[in-house]
């Protein structure tokens, strides 16, 4: 039977233009990953998480989301989408389309 957090990946990185799904604790531990993503991006992916931390905006709980948009030599382009809910730093790779 699959953890919860198996179940949450394979839902996401079912939906469109989703090529990979990573989430990791804030100490950069991959706590799992599908797709098209290295669990290398984990500790990366928590620092972030933990610099966004320090910038709230102004009457609101709410933490920062950060996105990161990668363009290659040919057409491929990628979206890295990064998000902190409780202790788990999540990140969705989303391919762009024109």
């Known amino acids: 039977m699959e953890t919860a957090l198996q179940e949450k990946l394979k ?3 079912q ?3 989703v090529s990979g799904v990573i989430c990791s604790d804030m100490h950069g531990l ?3 990953c599908k797709g ?3 669990k290398k ?3 990366p992916m928590a620092a972030m998480c933990e ?3 320090k910038v709230r ?3 609101s709980e709410r933490l920062l989301a950060i ?3 990668a363009y290659g030599s040919n057409t491929d382009a990628k979206t890295l989408l990064v998000n902190q809910t409780d202790q788990v730093c999540t990140g969705i790779i989303k391919d762009v389309r024109d």
């Open 30 to 32: 991959c706590l799992g």
């Open 11 to 13: 839902q996401a990185i």
């Open 15 to 17: 939906k469109p233009n």
């Open 36 to 38: 098209d993503v290295s």
């Open 57 to 59: 905006v102004p009457n």
């Open 51 to 53: 610099e966004a931390n």
């Open 41 to 43: 991006l984990a500790g």
């Open 67 to 69: 996105a990161i948009e």
